[in-house]
């Protein structure tokens, strides 16, 4: 059963710019590993923070280092949850997540379902 559906779009040259501005961000957002990617693909795994988020009905308080999108063997992409978004997950009955991610033409966007 699906329990929730996100989607988010990011502008990658906008997201960047910000990213620049304030070094700071990238530590609040992401995880060490994620930090360590090319912009078009911070771009991309900030669109499945905020797309998982929104599957999870965007409750306040998830904190962003509770998620982090990483690659199977066979390249594709998956969410690892744990502490605030983990706990969401629990309390709706999510038991899996299923993650697409896509950056072309200037724009990075995500979509996350959440399964029962």
């Known amino acids: 059963m699906i329990i ?3 989607i988010d779009v990011v ?8 990213m620049l501005r304030n070094p700071r961000l990238a530590l609040r957002l992401f995880t ?6 090319r912009p078009e ?3 991309a795994r900030f669109a499945a923070k905020e797309a998982l988020a929104k ?3 965007a409750p306040v308080g998830l904190h962003w280092q509770d998620a982090t999108v990483v690659r199977n063997d066979d390249g594709r992409p998956h969410l690892e949850v744990s502490g605030t978004v983990a706990a969401r997950a629990e309390e709706l009955g ?3 997540f299923h993650l ?12 996350v379902i959440a399964e029962g």
């Open 11 to 18: 502008n990658i040259a906008r997201f960047e710019e910000r």
């Open 94 to 96: 999510v038991a899996s």
């Open 32 to 37: 060490p590993g994620e930090r360590e990617l």
């Open 100 to 111: 697409s991610l896509s950056h072309d033409a200037g724009v990075a966007s995500a979509v």
């Open 55 to 57: 599957s999870l009905g």
């Open 41 to 43: 693909s911070m771009a």
């Open 4 to 6: 929730g559906v996100g």
